[in-house]
């Protein structure tokens, strides 16, 4: 730990607002799928850990916007993946231009670990195994 | 039959694009929330009839732009159900701004009836009764 | 100062993810929806401030999760808007079910003032008058 | 003509709905990004096309759903281009699972063409070259 990731994604003309940028909320899909690919890069996808009985849902998110992120532009997801405690998942993300590196937003995800149905409980070996193992 | 309904909804900064009007595929889930009313205008919400073991998911969808949706504006969402056959469910859709009246998009969503988790069935009695007693 | 103002919506199947409640990135959907609301209720539509060429860009965002928002559900929203400094606006809002009043999240955006085209600049005098003399 | 492109887009859980597949607004965004990744591929982004002065909104939107698209999925997404008249372009497009080649959905959308504000214009003959030319 940490344990980061990067991955690439195109803005989308569903993403952006009359401003002609993208609309703030959509900075937290891209969070998302950063830490998706994140997750799956250790070798468990997050599609498989909710199989596995184990969800991790939202408990909160921050989101700084630093530069506009256009239509049809590149931008570059870095991920990074804490545990604050032992009921704390923390994802920080920034966000910059594929192209010219601007920075166009960064921010973090804190998530709980809950059963199918969203209960809390404490995460499973294997998924500390998982953290603990690396990518 | 046909049962038809009347709801109002505000476009928001979320709906619109860099073309400065609401993006393509938000009218699609202006049309969910017309037949949500709908449905609950005659008795039921759609909510229940999923809890009482019932789906409706969308098997086609249809829409034709007929003019801008403004972010602000106010527009008018008219439903209209009718069964063309004994396993499809049509609602047939117009918006229009609720200011001037005029005319934004038009079409329909065609819907299966299935159990939860998407096994077509014969549509419940209770269903049929709910379509045949209206609103 | 502070402006408070209430609001209520209606949660989409559109808002749902597959944990059966509200996606997260819904809630700043929300969010906007109250902060739009509340400035109308002060006499003048965001959509004319930003005709009269003001631009409130979101810089900064942040939600606490609570509670499962569910399909169908109504929520209220309630926004609180104040000027932390001369260059800064800040809208704190609340969301609980409408129903029996459990808090779904909270959270604040805080926004910039820019021209069209997203130059800082300082808020004018109108907009200064607006937020003095209140709803 | 016709030009064909393929791209594929992975299933966000942004995308699902409690239903645990993909939204069916969700759809129209990847038929979006199948045509921007269509017009790339001739050699001219939309986000230039746009640039210089030629707008392609959807006048018209179908969609076919054949089975559902889950959350992680790799989707394939084949989008054809043709002129059906002078007025007109239609983007035809498959979705289908890039696993098992499962159909998922599909559709069509038809685009008028405008200059930058939505008035209707013949297409410029630099697009018709595009066209014309070809991948």
Chains 1, 2, 3, 4 share one sequence.
């Not at 899909?29 to 830490?35: N, V």
């Not at 250790?42 to 408990?59: F, M, N, Q, T």
């Not at 010219?100 to 149905?117: C, K, L, P, Q």
């Not at 209960?119 to 193992?133: G, M, N, Q, S, Y």
């Amino acid at each position: 730990m940490p344990i980061e990731h990067e991955t690439e994604i195109r803005v989308r003309y569903a993403d952006t607002d009359q401003m002609a940028h993208a609309y703030y909320s959509r900075h937290l899909e891209w969070f998302e799928q950063g830490r998706t690919e994140l997750l799956r890069s250790l070798g468990k996808s997050y599609a498989r850990i909710e199989e596995d009985g184990l969800w991790l849902p939202v408990a909160e998110a921050y989101c700084k916007y630093l530069g506009a992120a256009r239509y049809d532009e590149l931008v570059r997801v870095r991920s990074r993946m804490t545990m604050p405690s032992r009921a704390r998942l923390r994802f920080d993300c920034r966000i910059a231009s594929a192209g010219d590196g601007r920075a166009i937003s960064e921010g973090y995800t804190i998530h709980a670990f809950t059963n199918v149905g969203g209960k809390p409980l404490r995460p499973p070996k294997w998924f500390a195994d998982l953290v603990d193992d690396g990518p």
